[in-house]
């Protein structure tokens, strides 16, 4: 965030389209995750899922197979979240594509997409790298009038090798009859 934006209580960043024009392109430098994938995490993700892939279930058998008990690709993007709050106060804001400067109190997820570049192993500590991909300009839906923000995450291994991208569009916007 830039001196003259300002943060809404929800967490978004507020500015214009012109300025947010200017974040197409801007990453963030690595970041570790908050946790590696856990084999308590991946069990519940794949119990919630009733995926019994023994990958996830038999860690002598997926270490045998795959060197360790894998991470269910379907959780990864939960990965990316950062805790909301840690001792001493909040945690980072869950994506990028909240402090980018638009209009617009209000976001929902539109569309999520991940390629899977390798398998992920249980307890492996990796890193993040996010790019804003595209803004949309300002359109007008049934939610109200908003830009669609487009951003990319880099799963990134120990080595800083891309392990998997997750693209993700998120709707900012105003909802109608909302006060400014």
């Known amino acids: 965030m830039s001196a003259g934006q300002t943060r809404t209580d929800v967490g978004t960043a507020q500015g214009c389209y012109h300025e947010a ?8 430098g690595p970041r570790p995750l908050e946790a590696p994938p856990d084999e308590s995490r991946c069990k519940y993700f794949a119990a919630l899922c009733e995926d019994g892939n023994p990958a996830y279930w038999d860690t002598e058998w997926a270490s045998h197979t795959f060197g360790a008990a894998l991470a269910p690709s379907g959780m990864l993007m939960s990965l990316l979240m950062p805790l909301p ?12 594509a909240l402090d980018v400067p638009l209009p617009g109190r209000t976001f929902i997820n539109v569309e999520t997409d991940c390629e899977l570049l390798r398998s992920v192993h249980q307890g492996e500590r990796l890193s993040v790298r996010e790019t804003v991909v595209e803004i949309s300009p300002e359109k007008s839906t049934r939610l109200g009038r908003g830009h669609f923000v487009t951003t990319r995450a880099e799963l990134l291994d120990a080595g800083q ?12 916007f105003d909802a109608f009859g909302a006060e400014p």
């Open 21 to 28: 024009r200017a974040w197409v392109g801007r990453s963030t």
């Open 161 to 172: 090798q891309c392990v998997a991208t997750i693209t993700n569009v998120l709707y900012r």
């Open 85 to 96: 709050w840690k001792p001493g106060g909040r945690g980072d804001p869950p994506s990028m």
